[in-house]
């Protein structure tokens, strides 16, 4: 066997949801939670790691998960019964970045957020992928703690864990 993404991909598709299904626990209040910017709270983060997780594997793959290319973002976080709508997208948007780790590993060419014409190789956006929603998630457990919530515990959501509960 061959050392891959798949793994990791994986994994960040857990504890994804095991963030998610986290926040689903606690008050309402909890969604506005932040550490030190309060234009970066926990249902923001949420969205974001969805949202951003949506446009990798759009980038990747060349097909749309969960928009389409020119519409609107996924739909913001209001309250926690929201939750359930972005596990699901969670979820797809996670297993289609799965999918793109099948793929030929090839440089693509396109403009970025800023306009400018950028190269990126696939593997690096996929690690990207997996790199943001583990520096968003650290994000989400800090605006927890911040405001007196019941934090994510990342020991819980380590690689160890998800070995531990995964096989």
């Known amino acids: 066997m061959t050392i891959g993404l798949e793994r990791l991909l994986k994994h960040m598709a857990w504890a994804n949801q095991q963030t998610i299904k986290h926040v689903q626990s606690l008050p ?3 969604l506005r939670a932040f550490a030190t910017n309060p234009d970066w709270f926990v249902a923001e983060i949420l969205h974001h790691i ?31 019964s929201d939750l359930s709508g972005l596990l699901e997208q969670a979820a797809a948007v996670d297993a289609a970045l799965l999918e793109c780790a099948k793929l030929e590993d090839k440089q693509l060419e396109f403009e970025n957020y800023e306009g400018k014409l950028v190269k990126r190789w696939r593997s690096t956006i996929l690690s990207q992928a997996i790199h943001h929603a ?6 989400l457990a800090s605006a927890l703690e911040a405001k007196g919530f019941s934090p994510v515990n990342l ?10 509960a995964n096989g």
Do not use: F, K, M, N
């Open 28 to 30: 309402e209040e909890a």
């Open 50 to 80: 969805v949202d951003s997780a949506d446009h990798y594997a759009y980038r990747i793959s060349g097909t749309p998960v969960l928009t389409q290319p020119g519409d609107p973002c996924i739909a913001d976080i209001e309250s926690i």
């Open 134 to 139: 583990t520096e968003h998630r650290a994000q």
């Open 155 to 164: 020991d819980d959501l380590d690689l160890w864990s998800y070995e531990i």
